[in-house]
């Protein structure tokens, strides 16, 4: 066991307020427990994903696999977790991803809830895990004591009742990350959960996790988290909650008012229906969940994580009937429970059903009801082969683009016809909004979930009007002030989205390094301003009036864009270059539903204009050195400079 060290070294810069200063590393091989000094990385990366992206740039080089012991898996949280700054209870987790296709890149996910915070008052701002432990075990960290312990009673167990199990072993209300089967047997689509509905998802780090025989991380602290200026920091949150815009389906967010957010409003319809009281991450005003109780399913509760309906998945289980709403609600809890990503389900159970329907798969074929699919004898049926990888499962854990790979030509051409094909419009359709698409063709997972896009989108698309009535020219003038220009909202046109896309992936870095929640920051619109401008500059405000160090909007900017370029660095080492920051090409012949497909010359020469304003190779997208070097990433510049020598490069 190794206690929680407060000592600080020369120039650190992460404490005494808002970071504690320590981060916890264990190596479960050698069971070594020890840790450092947060100020090495706090001064240009803040936390987040920008501290787990330099310990993965240092530590994690090209060759390792993502199931390797020499695989790390990095929890960090901000300098405003654990404090009252709204929405700042999500914590980042960073590791090479055995979910992504084709390459198996770094990359980064998050979990919201407690365990952040819990894990500040316990000590720590962040934890690195490397090694494999011989057989299965679970850390604890109680008020800055670590521990490795035995987890072979654990093993086996759902998410709920691991986490309950621990907490009666430990004796106290702790916090608990842990994996479920699906996690435990290497699925590539495997999460990380907490509670009952929050899951680290997208990236499949449960299977890291499983890989390290690691169950659990439980966390309990009675520490705190100073401010430096709690009058001045106290103002800007309450500040910050007046200006915040509501969540869609959160308790302050006028309910069926929101009908225009989710397809049809079926979800909303559920959640009326079923609701029995909200819930809020630690700190957050927006409430955004609920505890559900279903006849026969759920007894209020359990907390009803709604991914498994986004989009198209819920016509499957969303008739409106008491049985689809209760095989809706089992499908969702089963899922968090085996820690099975729920957005994985959203393309994967339409997918199977097409295949069906085109005379591809049938029952006895794939060993599943498809006849069913919509019941809750199917979703039983699929999420227990998944996460056990018996008979289908042990095609389909392997996520849908390799598992439609596996099952040959026609599988593979009818995933990709589907309009959420690998995933890219599962939120916004790609053909439809250029920024959408250059986002998704540069970055190494999903970008919606974690960009302020789904805030450009709010303002540009006008999609939420009702709460407050947004106007053209007030959206034009807020693109104004964001982007430089109100061409932003002109979705017509690849002209300057470049530069907005640019501009997207710096806001986003520099919120998930404090971390704060992409649902609620940056605030580009608000409903309590006369303009209904927003203010983005919160973000700096909250973290100036937390540390007593002085940041600008421009600061925080220029860090995320550090960020960014040290993120892409580490996937030119994993091999990305220019030709893989595409988009299928299904996307480029076939239209969406008003007629628009992406026009590929538009596209290509966005590809330039981005590369130019990045200061990349525009041949390659190889990050130049000198651009490097002028954003404080010497040792990153010496290495790309190899690279751009020889393009063609192996991974080492």
């Not at 080089?61 to 405003?80: A, Q, Y």
């Not at 842990?178 to 499949?204: D, F, K, V």
Request: charged share 25%; hydrophobic share 35%; proline share 6%.
């Amino acid at each position: 066991m190794v206690p929680a060290g407060r000592d600080k070294g020369d120039g650190d810069l992460s404490g005494p307020f808002g970071w504690v200063g320590r981060i916890l590393r264990i190596n479960l091989t050698s069971e070594r427990i020890w840790s450092e000094d947060t100020g090495r990385y706090s001064r240009d990366y803040i936390g987040g994903v920008g501290i787990a992206a330099r310990i993965l740039w240092n530590e994690v080089p090209p060759g390792v696999r993502p199931f390797d012991p020499e695989n790390k898996l990095i929890f960090m949280t901000g300098p405003l977790t654990g404090t009252a700054a709204p929405s700042s209870s999500r914590v980042i987790i960073g590791s090479k991803s055995p979910s992504l296709h084709p390459i198996e890149h770094s990359t980064r996910s998050s979990v919201g809830g407690d365990w952040g915070p819990e894990l500040k008052y316990a000590g720590y701002d962040g934890l690195v895990i490397e090694g494999r432990a011989e057989r299965p075990v679970y850390v604890s960290i109680l008020d800055g004591e670590a521990e490795i312990r035995s987890a072979s009673g654990l093993w086996g167990l759902g998410a709920f009742a691991a986490q309950r199990e621990i907490a009666r072993q430990l004796g106290r209300d702790v916090e608990t990350l842990c994996i479920g089967p699906a996690g435990e047997n290497l699925s590539r689509i495997a999460t990380i959960q907490t509670q009952t509905g929050r899951a680290s998802g997208h990236s499949g780090f449960g299977g890291v996790m499983g890989s390290k025989n690691l169950k659990a991380i439980a966390v309990w602290g009675t520490g705190g988290v100073g401010v430096a200026d709690p009058e001045g920091f106290l103002e800007a949150c309450e500040y910050a909650r007046s200006i915040m815009v509501p969540h869609p389906m959160g308790g302050g967010a006028g309910g069926l008012g929101w009908t225009r957010a989710l397809p049809d409003g079926r979800l909303l319809r559920f959640f009326s229906k079923h609701r029995r009281r909200y819930f809020s991450c630690h700190s957050c005003p927006a409430a955004c969940d609920g505890f559900c109780s279903v006849p026969g399913v759920g007894s209020g509760s359990e907390k009803c994580d709604g991914w498994f309906y986004r989009d198209y998945a819920y016509d499957y289980y969303g008739d409106g009937s008491e049985e689809g709403d209760g095989a809706f609600f089992y499908a969702t809890l089963a899922a968090n429970d085996l820690g099975v990503d729920c957005f994985e389900l959203v393309s994967m159970i339409p997918w199977l059903a097409r295949m069906r329907d085109r005379g591809l798969i049938d029952d006895g074929g794939i060993g599943l009801p498809l006849g069913r699919i919509g019941s809750r004898e199917f979703a039983e049926a699929l999420l227990r082969a998944i996460a056990l990888k018996e008979g289908p499962g042990r095609i389909l854990s392997e996520g849908s683009a390799r598992a439609a790979e596996a099952l040959g030509v026609g599988a593979r051409e009818l995933y990709e016809a589907l309009w959420f094909a690998y995933g890219q419009n599962q939120h916004d359709d790609v053909r439809s909004y250029p920024i959408v698409a250059l986002l998704w063709a540069f970055d190494s997972r999903d970008p919606m979930i974690d960009t302020h896009a789904i805030r450009h989108l709010v303002v540009t698309r006008l999609l939420w009007p009702e709460p407050f009535g947004l106007k053209e020219r007030e959206r034009d003038a807020i693109c104004e002030r964001i982007f430089g220009s109100a061409d932003v909202a002109d979705h017509s046109t690849y002209r300057g989205k470049a530069r907005a896309a640019v501009i997207c992936q710096h806001y986003s870095r520099a919120f998930s390094t404090l971390v704060l929640c992409d649902w609620t920051v940056p605030i580009f619109s608000s409903p309590s301003a006369r303009d209904h401008m927003g203010d983005p500059t919160v973000m700096n405000r909250l973290l100036s009036a937390a540390t007593g160090l002085e940041y600008g909007l421009g600061d925080l900017l220029l860090i995320g864009e550090r960020i960014y370029n040290l993120e892409r660095a580490q996937l030119v080492r994993e091999g990305r270059r220019r030709e893989s920051d595409a988009l299928y090409e299904y996307w480029f012949s076939n239209p969406d539903p008003s007629g628009k497909v992406i026009p590929r010359e538009e596209f290509e020469r966005a590809k330039d204009e981005f590369y130019a304003i990045r200061g990349w190779d525009p041949e390659t997208g190889i990050p130049r050195p000198e651009k490097l070097r002028e954003l404080g990433l010497g040792d990153v510049a010496d290495e790309m400079e190899k690279y751009l020598r020889d393009p063609g490069r192996a991974p080492a």
